[in-house]
C-alpha cells in the first residue's frame, strides 16, 4: 500500500483489509509523508515502510516488491491507501494469479459504475487498445493500481519498475508482458477516495492525454527484462 500523505484515509483502510478475515498482511510504504501517515498505518496494524523523502509511487512500489521478495511472499497485491479498491475483491484479483502471472483489478469490464470522459478516457482507451494487442488478451484498465503479481512478476519489476510519470502503471506493464509475464483482468468495482482531493480536473486530463501517450511510447522502446523462468502457482504467503 504505498501512501504519501494519506492520513485522512489509510488508517482506515488498513483496518477494512485486515477486517475480511484473509490472512492478509499489510505493508505500507510511506513515501516520506509529512502528516501523521505511517503513526496511524501502525496503529491500524500494518507494518510500515519508511522512505526518507517521496520517491512517487514507482519508487514506492520497488521498496514494497524488495520487501516482498527478502521476506518470501509469493503473491503481492498493491491496493490504493485512499479506499478507492474494495479489499472485498482482494481474494478476487489474486486469484487471477492462478492462470497469470500479473493479475489487474479491472474498471470498465462490466462491473461498477465508474465513469470517465473527455481526454482521459480517450487516452485510458487508447492505451488498453494497444496494450491488449502486446498481450493478446483483451484489458479495459491498463492504468488500474489495483493489480497482483506471483514471484515471477516480483522478479521481474525488481528488475525494472519505473518510477517516471504513469511508469508504475503502464511502463512496467508493458514490459512486464513484453518480457513474457502473462497478464489477465478481473471486472471490480471501484470506489470514491475515502480521503483526500481528486487529483483530476479538466486541465490535468488533457495534460494526462498527452503524458500517457509519450509514456507508452516510452514503455515501448525500453528493452526487455530478462527474467527467470520460476512457478506461476498461486500458493505461499499473500
Not at 478516457?121 to 493489480?147: E, N
Request: charged share 20%; hydrophobic share 40%.
Amino acid at each position: 500500500m504505498p501512501a504519501w500523505n494519506e492520513a485522512e484515509s489509510v488508517g482506515d483502510t488498513v483496518r477494512e483489509v485486515l477486517a475480511v478475515g484473509r490472512p492478509y498482511d499489510v505493508l505500507v510504504v510511506n513515501d516520506g509523508s509529512t502528516d501523521a501517515t505511517a503513526e496511524l498505518a501502525s496503529e491500524a496494524g500494518a507494518t510500515v515502510l519508511n522512505l526518507p523523502f517521496n520517491l512517487g509511487v514507482g519508487g514506492a512500489m520497488r521498496a514494497g516488491f524488495k520487501y516482498a521478495q527478502r521476506h518470501g511472499y509469493r503473491r503481492v497485491i498493491q491496493v490504493d491507501a485512499d479506499g478507492q479498491h474494495d479489499p472485498r475483491n482482494i481474494s478476487e484479483v489474486l486469484a487471477g494469479l492462478e492462470h497469470a502471472d500479473i493479475s489487474i483489478g479491472a474498471r470498465f469490464a462490466d462491473k461498477g459504475e465508474y465513469k470517465v470522459s473527455g481526454p482521459r478516457k480517450w487516452a485510458m482507451q487508447l492505451l488498453a487498445k494497444v496494450i491488449s494487442g502486446l498481450a493478446k488478451t483483451r484489458l479495459t484498465d491498463v492504468t488500474s493500481g489495483f493489480r497482483a503479481a506471483n514471484d515471477r512478476a516480483i522478479s521481474q519489476y525488481l528488475d525494472h519498475y519505473p518510477a517516471e510519470y504513469l511508469g508504475d502503471t503502464i511502463d512496467s506493464l508493458v514490459v512486464a508482458i513484453r518480457s513474457g509475464c502473462k497478464v489477465t483482468q478481473i471486472p471490480v468495482a471501484m470506489r470514491p477516495r475515502q480521503g483526500g482531493t481528486p487529483s483530476h480536473n479538466p486541465a490535468k486530463a488533457a495534460i494526462y492525454l498527452g503524458r500517457s501517450t509519450f509514456a507508452l511510447l516510452f514503455a515501448l522502446t525500453r528493452k526487455r527484462s530478462i527474467i527467470q523462468s520460476v512457478s506461476s502457482s498461486a500458493q505461499g504467503a499473500s
